[in-house]
């Protein structure tokens, strides 16, 4: 048994530096997270639609809910293990989400990601990554698989 822990304790460790090694070939630090998300959620607040929502929820909680978004991107980046919630339970009750919310966080996301001139490898990493976990949410919290019977297509929704 202990060699099998250390051997996963070695495969963990390598996983770690392999994507250490991939976002600095990208130009991503902790720094650059850091950054990334300040401006992100400065740009989220500042936003029409999505600010109202977030400051909804998080009034009074920024400053936790940033250092939370930081340990994310940070183990999402680095597979350190940084982060441990549960993202889906975070966003499911959410006073006004709706899933164009989705739509407009990408494309911010994606502005700020230009405007911080991330390398393209980093942008093209960074987008793929935020996709993905969007489509996750949006399945999590709007999909209804009644919609997608065959035998109702073309019916209205009951």
């Known amino acids: ?27 991503v630090d902790p720094a650059f997270i850091d950054r990334l998300v300040e401006t992100f959620y400065g740009r989220i607040q500042a936003h029409a639609n999505l600010g109202p929502v977030f400051d ?11 250092a939370k978004m930081k340990a994310f991107w940070a183990s999402v980046a680095f597979k350190n293990g940084a982060y ?19 739509i407009e966080w990408l494309a911010l996301f994606d502005q700020t990601l230009v405007d911080m001139e991330a390398t393209d490898e980093a942008r093209a990493w ?9 489509r996750s949410l949006v399945l999590a919290l709007f999909y209804n698989p009644a919609l997608d019977d065959p035998a109702r297509r073309g019916q209205p929704a009951a």
């Not at 441990?84 to 989705?102: R, S």
């Open 56 to 66: 909804n929820r998080l009034s009074g909680r920024w400053p936790s809910h940033l």
């Open 1 to 27: 048994m202990q060699d099998d822990l250390v051997g996963r304790a070695a495969h963990r460790a390598d996983i770690t530096a392999r994507a250490e090694a991939q976002m600095t070939a990208m130009g």
């Open 126 to 134: 960074f987008m793929a990554t935020a996709e993905r976990i969007a």
């Open 84 to 102: 441990g919630g549960k993202p889906v339970q975070a966003h499911h009750g959410v006073a006004g989400v709706t899933e164009g919310l989705f």
